[in-house]
């Protein structure tokens, strides 16, 4: 992997993209996290994952130079499948990503941080879908994902004005987890990702199963599913393990995988 660094810390695997000053999300970006996939999911230790950007900014979007090098509408439809693909899989992965947001997240940027699980920005922090001031539209799933996050009227307002809102505004429209200062950024993302690392691991990929599945679920079959898991995970150790330090009044020890 070229444009991506991947480090272990503990049971926390940190990827960083590598492409100042925009890490621009080329195709050979795309193809480095595809592969940082693959390399987590054979990785049994990692129970959480950070994704952030190297320098100014987190990522400014889809590389706008790049396109010049394509002609058919099919050449460019390509490229919106693929990218959105991706991101579908990093919003069906089994361990939970956390994506540390400073500087801006732009276009593709934005689209990729709200395939990630959890988002901590920065106050100042620009995030914004700005494809309609080039003349195109958002491609790598903004117009499905953004209203989730932050209801019809705003997302309409967000994408047909181009215009990017802070950190702050994002934090209090349910689109980030929470807004801090930029010095706080990497402390409050690990001390959440550490949160996560002490639980369970067949608990952890439980909860990344059952959420997705309510995004194309009916209310009644996700329930189902969610009684099988629990029925599941109460085979695991870790749930007698967490049961009997509970009533014997010490933290648990959380052992399977
Ligand atoms: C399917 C998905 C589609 C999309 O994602 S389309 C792309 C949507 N994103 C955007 O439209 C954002 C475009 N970029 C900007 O608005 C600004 O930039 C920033 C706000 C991110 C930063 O502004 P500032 O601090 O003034 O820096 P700077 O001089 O504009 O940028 C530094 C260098 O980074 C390059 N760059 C910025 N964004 C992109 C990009 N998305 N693709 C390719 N290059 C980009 C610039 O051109 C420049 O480069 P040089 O130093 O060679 O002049």
Do not use: W
């Amino acid at each position: 992997m070229d444009y991506l660094h991947l480090e272990k810390k503990e049971h926390v695997a940190v990827i960083t993209i590598q492409s100042p000053p925009a890490n621009a999300l080329a195709s050979y970006i795309l193809k480095d996290l595809s592969k940082a996939l693959d390399q987590l999911e054979e990785d049994q230790s990692v129970k959480a994952i950070v994704l952030k950007g190297e320098g100014k900014f987190f990522s400014a979007g889809a590389d706008i130079k790049e396109f010049t090098s394509l002609q058919e509408q099919s050449e460019f439809s390509n490229l919106a499948t693929k990218g959105q693909d991706l991101f579908t899989r990093l919003e069906n992965f089994h361990i939970p990503v956390i994506a540390a947001i400073h500087g801006a997240a732009l276009g593709g940027g934005l689209e990729l941080a709200m395939s990630c699980h959890m988002r901590i920005v920065t106050n100042s922090a620009k995030l914004g879908l700005p494809e309609l001031n080039l003349g195109i539209i958002p491609g790598f799933a903004g117009t499905q994902r953004l209203p989730r996050y932050v209801g019809q009227a705003k997302a309409y307002e967000m994408i047909l004005t181009g215009e990017p809102i802070t950190g702050n505004e994002a934090a209090s429209l349910g689109l980030a987890n929470m807004a801090v200062a930029e010095e706080e950024l990497e402390s409050t993302v690990m001390a959440l990702a550490s949160k996560i690392t002490a639980k369970s691991g067949p608990s952890i990929h439980a909860v990344m199963r059952l959420i997705p599945y309510s995004f194309t679920s009916n209310f009644e079959s996700g329930l189902k599913r969610e009684g099988e898991e629990f029925g599941k995970v109460f085979g695991n150790k870790d749930a007698k393990e967490g049961v009997q330090a509970f009533i014997e009044k010490r933290k648990p020890q959380f052992n399977d995988q």
